[in-house]
T-cell receptor
């Protein structure tokens, strides 16, 4: 069965520090991978997505993610975190039938 | 170009009442998806619809829940005889095409509270 695991429920980083959010997936075919961000009380905004080609994907707001097939991972990174990045981040895999399977999310807190 | 619109944003119902959640997809999008987010959990797929057709309802509870996407008007997620366990945020997403790589654009959600 398809699944997405985000091992970290909460992460706290200092403003200006680097960030890495982990995501592991389980899917038998070629994965179509997404990272979304959700601010409190809001919907989800797409940060970036991976389908094929270069395994390092650039997204909006200075985020990037690297697809590693051997590790079944799609970790999200940002070199320098801003206070406005505080939100909840969801990794997802697109599966047959066009639906998304989401991880449980990682809540990012940024301390000044 | 307006994004995905959902209303109401907040809905309070008493146990046994009906809840109707509406979703208007982005302009040019004919594919609609409903997801439910329970407290402290990620989003779970419920149903995928195209105009006048239900394509995949594998995530819908067997009873009390139904969805439609008529030829004209918004998509509706209907919950009959609500129970406290239905309290959640319900998100609608839309896409232009049916393809795994196609981006789904999400609305702001409807937060349902069942008293």
């Amino acid at each position: 069965a398809q699944s997405v695991t985000q091992p970290d429920i909460h992460i706290t980083v200092s403003e200006g520090a680097s960030l890495e959010l982990r995501c592991n997936y389980s899917y038998g075919a070629t994965p179509y991978l997404f990272w979304y961000v959700q601010s409190p009380g809001q919907g989800l905004q797409l940060l970036l997505k991976y389908f094929s080609g270069d395994t390092l994907v650039q997204g909006i707001k200075g985020f990037e993610a690297e697809f590693k097939r051997s590790q079944s991972s799609f970790n999200l990174r940002k070199p320098s975190v801003h206070w406005s990045d505080a939100a909840e981040y969801f990794c997802a895999v697109g599966v047959d039938g066009n639906k998304l399977v989401f991880g449980a999310g990682t809540i990012l807190r940024v301390k000044s | 170009n307006a994004g995905v619109m959902q209303n109401p944003r907040h809905l309070v119902r008493r146990r046994g009442q009906e809840a109707r959640l509406r979703c208007s997809p982005m302009k040019g999008h004919s594919h609609v998806y409903w997801y439910r987010q329970l407290p402290e959990e990620g989003l779970k797929f419920m149903v995928y619809l195209q105009k006048e057709n239900i394509i995949d309802e594998s995530g819908m509870p067997k009873e009390r829940f139904s969805a439609e996407f008529p030829k004209e008007g918004p998509s509706i997620l209907r919950i009959q005889q609500v129970v406290r366990g239905d309290s959640a945020a319900y998100f609608c997403a839309s896409s232009r095409q049916r393809a795994r790589e196609e981006t789904q654009y999400f609305g702001p959600g409807t937060r349902l509270l069942v008293l």
